[in-house]
């Protein structure tokens, strides 16, 4: 379930979590899902069993939370443009995964793509290698280890090269990949080009790592680009900066980032006792 970001803050993560069900354990990653973008987004996972079957809609400043299990390995991206019927049939600007709301495959080029592989420690990733259609920032949540921030500073759609932009209704809806549109093995990075030392940053791969320095911006941009972490939850956020706080709830302890990114930070106390027993009371009610 999701709710209105409008919400208290701390308020907001604490119903999120109680009215989602979500049981979580400590052999389970807890993912938090925010759309800060100005429109609605589909958001799409594969494999998706663990996410609602794949697909889902987050409305502007909605969030929802999923938890998946240690050994999990797949990637989450957004759907724009989306138009479903009733039976979960449509299409999608950017994104698509076939003509489907919840999605069985990968979303079609371009699309900017979380990537995880939960073990010990998790593996993840922000890519643009297969082109652009939202920033993304993926912030891990009360881990150990490096556990950087991965993402997003900038929207690359206004200042995608013409050549590579992607266009619908008038204005720039994605930002194709270089090699997507030339197709040479210098932007590919395959046959001579096909080792990290051959297969260097170009004129298009600079341009995605301005708007998302921490991100893959072409395939052997593996030193800031890939990320690990031991025992974290997620916060992907969809239209927001690396920097921006956000929370999760975790055994029983609601956490939350500084602006700073250099650490987390456990509220306790006794309006958070209040704020509990309260939400716990009207959920009662609803039950």
């Given at each position: 379930m999701a709710f209105p970001i409008n919400v208290p803050l701390p308020v907001l993560w604490i119903l999120i979590?109680?009215?989602?069900?979500?049981?979580?354990?400590?052999?389970?990653?807890v993912f938090t899902l925010i759309n800060n973008c100005k429109e609605t987004i589909w958001p799409g996972v594969t494999p998706g069993e663990n996410f609602n079957g794949g697909g889902f809609t987050l409305k502007p400043g909605q969030s929802i939370v999923f938890t998946a299990p240690v050994a999990w390995s797949g990637r989450i991206w957004g759907r724009t443009g989306c138009d479903f019927d009733k039976n979960g049939n449509?299409?999608?600007?950017?994104?698509?995964?076939?003509?489907?709301?919840?999605?069985?495959?990968?979303?079609?080029?371009?699309?900017?793509?979380?990537?995880?592989?939960?073990?010990?420690?998790?593996?993840?990733d922000v890519s643009l290698v297969d082109g652009f259609n939202l920033p993304m920032a993926v912030k891990p949540i009360n881990g150990k280890g490096n556990c950087s921030v991965a993402g997003c500073d900038g929207d690359l759609r206004p200042t995608c090269p013409a050549e590579l932009a992607l266009k619908a209704h008038g204005k720039v809806i994605g930002c194709r990949s270089a090699c997507d549109v030339f197709d040479t093995d210098e932007y590919c990075c395959r046959g001579v080009h096909g080792?990290?030392?051959?297969?260097?940053?170009?004129?298009?791969?600079?341009?995605?790592?301005?708007?998302?320095?921490?991100?893959?911006?072409?395939?052997?941009?593996?030193?800031?680009?890939?990320?690990?972490?031991?025992?974290t939850d997620y916060v992907i956020t969809f239209c927001s900066?690396?920097?921006?706080?956000?929370?999760?709830?975790?055994?029983?302890?609601?956490?939350?980032?500084?602006?700073?990114?250099?650490?987390?930070?456990?509220?306790?106390?006794?309006?958070?006792a209040l704020i509990l027993a309260a939400i716990f009371m009207v959920n009662s009610w609803t039950n």
């Open positions: 979590i109680i009215s989602s069900g979500a049981k979580i354990c400590e052999s389970a990653r449509g299409s999608c600007e950017t994104g698509a995964c076939g003509t489907t709301f919840k999605c069985g495959a990968s979303g079609k080029t371009p699309s900017t793509l979380a990537e995880f592989t939960l073990a010990d420690p998790d593996f993840y080792n990290p030392s051959t297969c260097q940053p170009t004129f298009y791969s600079k341009k995605f790592k301005e708007a998302c320095p921490t991100a893959y911006s072409y395939a052997y941009d593996d030193p800031t680009s890939i990320f690990t972490c031991f025992g900066t690396r920097s921006q706080p956000v929370c999760t709830y975790h055994n029983n302890k609601l956490v939350c980032s500084d602006n700073s990114n250099a650490g987390f930070k456990s509220p306790v106390g006794r309006w958070w």
